[in-house]
């Protein structure tokens, strides 16, 4: 297992706090909410990982010395042990504007050692005690916030510890005499324990939950071209409801960033809260894929006659073409051609209640492959698609398909003199259809990561369109199997 156990504490809290940063009024291009429900599990998962880290503290020995009615005795407790931590009841609230609450009660302690004492004459009496410390109670807050590299944080502030109440149990002869004086261990032990407490719970945030913090990726990479951005926008809002964690979600340029030329527009997430966790993403997240790709000159794919399968009539080649456009064939006798389609400006994804469409705009380039393999233009289309787009979450990435619904061209320029566009309606709805769409949806298929930490498992999954933002939301657990789900859209 890669993550120790102390991943339970975070769980949720990780994902949501998964990664920042501009300060300011900036719109987020995904918003990771941790609903109560979500914290809840958190907190519980938490706990097993607390009680170790508790179990940690440490009881010194006593000894000191009394008045008693067989004279004056030294005594020591010593050699004392933790039998049992228990936490059995706990709370976590978020605490608008600040951060969380964790609040532990009724917490108690089984506690066994030895005593011995020594009266005047240098008699020795021995024998075990078990303490029980009782009503432990313990508060801590815990600050959320973003570092300067976009990066959440996570501090304790404010914490308390208190104890109702300490008992020693002595066994052993002479046990009765003990329990003159036990009430100074008692209250020893008491202010030892308190005093560990706060420290042990501080140690424990700092550090094992903030530095896996701080190991979630601020960047995740796509591949050779670009890469989204994960980091903070800012410190996590946090209502009486849940805590948002805002990033900025969006694709970037590795080679060479440039800010994209729009903005991300506002969420609004819906007030539900059923599910532990829900996932804001903006339109802005796959419009930035957009005009990165369309900025890098990635939006470009080439069509040539031995893509096409053997069963479609119109060949990419002149005779083929010549029963279309007789010019073409009689300029460019018994040629392959090549079609080169590039997009003429970034794609972009509408997302509405109910509708997510993508109306690409491209130039279509016919080229005839001259004998000596040099291209020679035939023509140019410029060609408007409308495509209706599916979005569905698999394994921890938003994967997409796209469906084309409409094709409009126009001849932008020809080479082989005027023809009626109309002519190619059927082929190039074809090439469209059947060669590009298909390896477009390759890369959609592969799809983009979710901020998220390995090995949780999300069940009850919705994914639904709202306006400007796909909501997607589910119930998390942690396992130690890969996830393996797919979600559709529709
Ligand atoms: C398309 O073909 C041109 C040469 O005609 C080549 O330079 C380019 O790399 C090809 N593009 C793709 C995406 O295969
Ligand atoms: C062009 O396509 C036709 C079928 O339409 C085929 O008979 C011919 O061999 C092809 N020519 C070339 C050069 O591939
Ligand atoms: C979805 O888009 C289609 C085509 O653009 C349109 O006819 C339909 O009314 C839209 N549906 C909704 C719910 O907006
Ligand atoms: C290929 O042939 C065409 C016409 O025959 C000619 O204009 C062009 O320069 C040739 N290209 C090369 C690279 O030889
Ligand atoms: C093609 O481009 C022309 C101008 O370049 C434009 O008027 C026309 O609307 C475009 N057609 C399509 C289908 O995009």
Redesign the pocket.
């Known amino acids: 297992m890669a993550f120790s156990h102390i991943i339970h504490v975070t769980l949720s809290l990780a994902m949501c706090l998964s990664v920042a940063a501009v300060a300011g009024a900036v719109n987020p291009g995904f918003v990771v909410r941790l609903t109560q429900k979500g914290l809840d599990y958190a907190r519980q998962e938490g706990m097993d990982v607390l009680q170790k880290e508790l179990g940690k503290v440490h009881i010194p020995d006593f000894s000191g010395s009394t008045h008693s009615p067989v004279g004056k005795i030294k005594y020591s407790f010593y050699g004392m042990a933790i039998r049992n931590f228990q936490l059995p009841s706990s709370q976590i609230s978020p605490v608008p504007n600040v951060g969380l609450k964790l609040s532990i009660s009724g917490a108690f302690i089984e506690i066994t050692g030895k005593w011995r004492f020594k009266t005047k004459l240098h008699i020795s009496f021995s024998g075990g005690f078990d303490v029980k410390v009782q009503g432990l109670s313990i508060s801590v807050g815990l600050q959320l916030g973003s570092d300067g590299a976009g990066r959440p944080t996570i501090a304790p502030s404010d914490c308390s510890c208190h104890i109702s109440d300490v008992s020693v149990h002595v066994s052993g002869k002479f046990g009765w005499l003990v329990d003159l004086f036990k009430h100074n261990v008692e209250n020893a032990l008491r202010k030892a324990i308190e005093g560990q407490i706060c420290p042990l719970v501080k140690n424990a945030i700092t550090s094992k939950l903030e530095p896996l913090l701080q190991t979630l990726p601020v960047t995740a990479k796509i591949d050779k071209v670009a890469a989204i951005d994960y980091s903070l926008t800012g410190p996590p809002p946090v209502t009486s409801e849940c805590v948002d964690v805002q990033l900025k979600g969006e694709f970037f340029e590795m080679s060479h960033r440039t800010p994209p030329p729009f903005s991300p527009p506002s969420l609004s997430l819906p007030a539900e809260h059923n599910l532990m966790i829900y996932f804001g993403i903006s339109d802005y997240l796959f419009n930035t894929a957009g005009f990165v790709y369309h900025s890098a000159g990635k939006l470009v794919f080439n069509v040539t006659d031995n893509m096409i399968p053997k069963d479609f009539s119109i060949r990419l080649n002149t005779s083929s073409f010549g029963t279309l456009i007789p010019q073409l064939s009689k300029m460019y006798p018994d040629m392959l051609m090549k079609l080169k389609i590039s997009s003429n400006s970034a794609p972009f994804l509408d997302i ?4 997510l ?1 993508i109306s690409p705009n491209m130039d279509i380039q016919a080229y005839v492959i001259l004998p000596n393999a040099s291209l020679a233009p035939a023509f140019l289309l410029n060609v408007t698609t409308t495509a209706l787009a599916k979005v569905a979450v698999s394994s921890g990435r938003i994967v997409g398909n796209l469906e084309l619904s409409r094709i409009q061209m126009d001849l932008k320029h020809s080479d082989v003199g005027p023809f009626s566009v109309v002519i190619l309606n059927a082929a190039v709805n074809y090439y469209l259809s059947h060669i590009l769409l298909p390896q477009v949806n390759d890369i959609l298929q592969k799809g983009y990561p979710l901020p998220m930490l390995d090995h949780l498992q999300l069940t009850d999954v919705v994914i639904e369109p709202r306006e400007n933002f796909i909501l997607f939301g589910a119930d998390v657990h942690y396992g130690e199997t890969e996830d393996n789900w797919l979600v559709e859209l529709y």
Do not use: H
């Open positions: 509405k209640p109910g509708n469409t």
